[in-house]
């Protein structure tokens, strides 16, 4: 299997942008999107955690994260706008985003999170 550059440097998780509804479903989608841990406890505390440690290739909680040096970890919202999403879960999700990202910036990994939101419905 060949990889692009682009594969090495970034790991999109393309998730179903109608999680954003209930903050049970989107835990729900990030834990098995991520393959967060079986004591992952689906609260926002537990997400800071998860996330935090991915610039740690041994103590990192998130199974589907390929540790590299300066990679990025995508989380990629397929379909945003044709689901309501709820505005304060949004908050929650970057306020949570933006705390891991304070974290990740601690340590010279150049790792970092991002959020992709397209209206677009991911091709089958």
Same mark, same amino acid.
Request: proline fraction near 3%; aromatic fraction near 8%; hydrophobic fraction near 35%.
């Given at each position: 299997?060949?990889?692009?550059? $682009?594969?090495?440097?970034? $790991?999109? *998780?393309?998730?179903?942008?109608?999680?954003? =509804?209930?903050?049970? /479903?989107? *835990? +729900?989608?990030? /834990?098995? @999107? #991520?393959?967060?841990? &079986?004591?992952?406890? =689906? &609260? !926002?505390? $537990?997400?800071?955690?998860?996330?935090?440690?991915?610039? +740690?290739?041994?103590?990192?909680?998130?199974? *589907? !994260?390929?540790?590299?040096?300066? @990679?990025?970890?995508?989380?990629?919202? *397929?379909?945003?706008?044709?689901?309501?999403?709820?505005?304060?879960? #949004?908050? /929650?999700? /970057?306020?949570?985003?933006?705390?891991? &990202?304070?974290?990740?910036?601690?340590?010279?990994?150049?790792?970092?999170? !991002? #959020?992709?939101?397209?209206?677009?419905?991911? @091709? =089958?």
């Amino acid at each position: 299997m060949t990889r692009t550059l $682009s594969e090495f440097h970034y $790991s999109t *998780h393309i998730i179903d942008a109608g999680s954003l =509804r209930s903050e049970e /479903a989107l *835990h +729900d989608e990030l /834990a098995f @999107k #991520l393959g967060l841990p &079986n004591g992952y406890e =689906r &609260n !926002w505390e $537990s997400l800071l955690d998860c996330l935090s440690s991915i610039s +740690d290739p041994l103590d990192n909680q998130c199974q *589907h !994260w390929e540790f590299r040096t300066g @990679k990025r970890m995508v989380l990629c919202f *397929h379909g945003f706008g044709s689901e309501p999403a709820d505005p304060q879960l #949004l908050l /929650a999700l /970057a306020q949570v985003i933006a705390g891991a &990202n304070d974290e990740l910036e601690q340590g010279s990994e150049g790792i970092r999170i !991002w #959020l992709d939101f397209t209206t677009e419905e991911q @091709k =089958r």
